[in-house]
């Protein structure tokens, strides 16, 4: 899935089995579940700076209790992701791993407190992202489409259309990701948001596409092939196969198509940002510029296929809300 594509090392399995016993360790010794929940957050938002700088930027004009649930939101789908994408072990590991994660989900949503929850052995990531779940009253079904999309990354196969593959992966893998940043964010008023959750399904789907597109190649080598066939087969593509260069300037072509499916997607996004509470606007917006950006960026290169591209770091800052870049190292500096 490369859910908002990894810009550093990958951790290995035997660092986030560290990192679960370590986070678990310091939670149970605090005395209240706030401090428990503080304890588990903390290391989400270390998770969140490591995989992605570009949501991390963003996500740092947030409010802070909404920062809080955005960051356990991405640990708890990162390590599926990480599961399906960089363990290296076979499927049959991958598919265990997913369902001990699941069955965990299904415990917590019956439980109360975050240390209740750490007693029974639930993961920390998973008791932090059920709490989210509880409190914004995001329908549990939504996670367990994720996971779903993630078990479909271990035997993966090719989609038919562009609807097939809306509606059979990125469904589970992006736009419910986007429906938990929705409850998390809120509306401007209650009756705004089915727009929002409009909005949140636009652009999960803008930003999944616009991924698929910078990892084409890496994907292959996984198995994986997000392009429509239809639209391949459009431009004399039988076989795939990103690594032959005869098919080069085809892959390059469906790909400058796929760009501008995924920009009307952002633009669709755009028009219903203004449903979002006041105080999310900024970081929904940020994040619709800076993977906008990159969009455009893979658009206008014919080679994006064969060089991952990435947005530098000036070109990001210069879309993010000049009136709170007072906010950016104080979040380095206290990550």
Request: net charge neutral; aromatic share 14%.
């Amino acid at each position: 899935m490369n859910l908002n594509t990894a810009e550093e090392s990958t951790w290995t399995p035997e660092y986030w089995m560290t990192l679960e016993n370590r986070i678990r360790n310091d939670a149970l010794k605090t005395r209240s579940d706030r401090d428990a929940w503080a304890a588990i957050v903390s290391q989400a938002r270390k998770v969140l700076r490591h995989y992605s700088t570009s949501f991390f930027l963003v996500t740092r004009f947030l409010p802070s209790q909404k920062r809080e649930q955005v960051e356990a939101v991405y640990a708890a789908v990162r390590y599926p992701d990480e599961v399906v994408d960089t363990f290296p072990w076979d499927d049959a590991q991958r598919s265990d791993a997913l369902e001990r994660w699941r069955k965990a989900y299904l415990r917590a949503l019956n439980m109360g407190e975050a240390r209740e929850m750490l007693r029974a052995d639930i993961p920390c990531f998973v008791v932090s992202f059920v709490r989210v779940v509880q409190n914004a009253k995001i329908p549990h079904e939504y996670y367990l489409s994720f996971l779903e999309a993630m078990d479909r990354d271990i035997r993966p196969r090719p989609f038919a259309s562009l609807d097939e593959l809306i509606s059979c992966y990125v469904y589970g893998s992006a736009v419910v990701v986007g429906f938990f940043l929705a409850y998390i964010y809120g509306p401007a008023q209650e009756h705004e948001f089915p727009r929002t959750l409009e909005a949140a399904r636009d652009l999960g789907i803008a930003l999944q596409l616009t991924n698929f597109l910078r990892d084409v190649r890496e994907d292959f080598t996984r198995g994986r092939l997000y392009l429509p066939l239809d639209m391949l087969q459009d431009e004399g593509i039988t076989v795939p196969n990103p690594c032959d260069k005869k098919q080069r300037d085809a892959f390059s072509r469906t790909i400058y198509r796929m760009a501008h499916i995924a920009e009307e997607y952002y633009q669709r996004a755009e028009r219903n940002l203004d449903s979002f509470s006041h105080d999310s606007f900024s970081a929904i917006n940020a994040c619709l510029r800076v993977y906008r950006q990159l969009n455009e960026y893979i658009a206008r290169h014919s080679d994006s296929f064969e060089i991952r591209k990435s947005v530098p770091f000036y070109a990001k800052f210069r879309v993010l809300p000049p009136s709170k870049y007072w906010r950016l190292p104080l979040a380095y500096l206290s990550s």
